[in-house]
């Protein structure tokens, strides 16, 4: 099935994600590098929150992020690294039981992603899984990585050494 092969690499970048959360300056969460940068608090939260988009992306075929009328309420703010990494593990777990229920079928079926009404794309969903889900967390992670550099704060290994951490 193809669910089994997802879930070693969702684990693994779930696992990486961890250690970055882990590492935010609770001191620093309204820091950002740039104006038209989130800020370190709002970079972590949607970090710990983005494995919860793989219910929508499981159970329907469409989802439609600006919706008439608004979209869902906004995340609540995270404000401690202990907060952040206990919301990613309570997401982390629901998708991997989304994902353990799945069959092939499910994932070869075509999901949509809408703005304002409008398609943006459509992909298998287990492509959504690996790029909207997936790829999105490992690119925000290294966002977070590149601000917790330039906030000084030791960047945790992901992949293999940083400077902080060369020892594997």
Same mark, same amino acid.
């Given at each position: 099935?193809?669910?089994?092969?997802? #879930?070693?690499?969702?684990?693994?970048?779930?696992?990486?994600?961890?250690?970055?959360?882990?590492?935010?300056?609770?001191?620093?969460?309204? @820091? %950002?590098?740039?104006?038209?940068? @989130?800020?370190?608090?709002?970079?972590?939260?949607?970090?710990?929150?983005?494995?919860? @988009?793989?219910?929508?992306?499981?159970?329907?075929?469409? /989802?439609?992020?600006?919706?008439?009328?608004?979209?869902?309420?906004?995340?609540?703010? #995270?404000?401690?690294?202990?907060?952040?990494? =206990?919301? #990613?593990?309570?997401?982390? =777990?629901?998708? %991997?039981?989304?994902?353990?229920?799945?069959?092939?079928?499910?994932? =070869?079926?075509?999901?949509?992603?809408?703005?304002?009404?409008?398609?943006?794309?459509?992909?298998?969903?287990?492509?959504?899984? %690996?790029? /909207?889900?997936?790829?999105?967390?490992?690119?925000? %992670?290294?966002?977070?990585?590149?601000?917790?550099?330039?906030?000084?704060?030791?960047?945790?290994?992901?992949?293999?050494?940083?400077?902080? /951490?060369?020892?594997?």
């Amino acid at each position: 099935m193809l669910s089994k092969s997802i #879930l070693p690499a969702f684990n693994q970048i779930v696992d990486g994600t961890k250690s970055v959360l882990a590492a935010v300056p609770e001191d620093q969460l309204d @820091w %950002r590098p740039h104006d038209k940068s @989130w800020k370190l608090g709002e970079l972590a939260t949607h970090l710990a929150n983005l494995p919860s @988009w793989t219910m929508a992306t499981l159970s329907v075929s469409e /989802f439609d992020i600006s919706p008439a009328g608004g979209g869902p309420p906004p995340m609540a703010a #995270l404000t401690t690294g202990a907060e952040m990494v =206990a919301a #990613l593990e309570e997401n982390a =777990a629901a998708a %991997r039981g989304a994902i353990e229920n799945c069959t092939d079928a499910d994932l =070869a079926s075509p999901w949509t992603m809408l703005v304002a009404g409008e398609a943006r794309f459509t992909l298998p969903k287990a492509v959504v899984l %690996r790029t /909207f889900i997936m790829d999105h967390m490992i690119h925000h %992670r290294a966002q977070l990585g590149v601000y917790l550099r330039m906030l000084d704060v030791p960047v945790p290994q992901l992949f293999g050494p940083t400077a902080d /951490f060369p020892d594997m």
